[in-house]
């Protein structure tokens, strides 16, 4: 991930550290930059936008896998690995475009505002996570929330504004998928693995 503006980390957490699992797609270093700038005239335009997501941290989740406290489950880790790198090596490298913002009517005080495509702009992508998702199945993995829709968003900012509108498109070349443990309240993510997408 050299490319990217990434600060993720990989010292071991401590041993009693909360944290999540999650797969993931990540910007390279010019999307963020994109991405950053699109924000920057957001909160021009609009004002106050929330707490804003650090550059490092900007990603499109897959599949959140779970949420722990202490050292992550080997089996988990190790089967989930085995479906990313299973269809790492069925698909070949696809783009990635957003091209609107749109906010989530969650917990009320932290509505997320993101980033998103158009409906039906990003078919690899739903495909991707679709046999992803089955890749999981077939290894036992169970999911956080498995009867969501998935609904590929990259997160900007949270508790601002109620926010929807087209922006300048920002795309780029999923190359690789990432396998990231999400430490709670250091705002720092952990690599665990990755895998260059090698399909045809």
């Known amino acids: 991930m050299s490319s990217q ?34 924000r920057e005239r957001l909160a021009e335009s ?14 499109i989740t897959l599949v959140w896998i779970s949420d722990y406290e202490g050292d992550l489950p080997p089996r988990v880790v190790r089967d989930t690995s085995a479906a990313c790198a299973a269809v790492a090596a069925e698909f070949d490298t696809f783009e990635i475009r957003l091209k609107r913002v749109g906010f989530y009517r969650t917990k009320p ?42 609904d590929p968003h990259l997160t900007l900012s949270r508790g601002g ?27 720092k993510y952990v690599t665990l693995d990755k895998w260059r997408l090698s399909g045809g």
């Open 5 to 38: 503006l990434s600060l993720f980390d990989n010292e071991p957490p401590s041993a009693r550290q909360k944290s999540s699992l999650f797969v993931a797609f990540v910007p390279d270093g010019a999307a963020i930059q994109r991405i950053v700038e699109c």
């Open 46 to 59: 609009h004002g106050y936008l929330g707490k804003q997501v650090s550059p490092e941290l900007l990603h």
């Open 109 to 150: 005080g932290s509505y997320p505002l993101v980033m998103k495509g158009d409906e039906g702009c990003n078919p690899r992508l739903m495909e991707f996570q679709e046999s992803l998702v089955k890749q999981l199945a077939l290894r036992g993995v169970s999911r956080k929330e498995p009867g969501k829709k998935f």
């Open 161 to 187: 504004l109620e926010l929807a509108e087209p922006v300048a498109p920002v795309s780029w070349i999923a190359g690789e998928v990432v396998l990231l443990r999400s430490l709670s309240g250091q705002g």
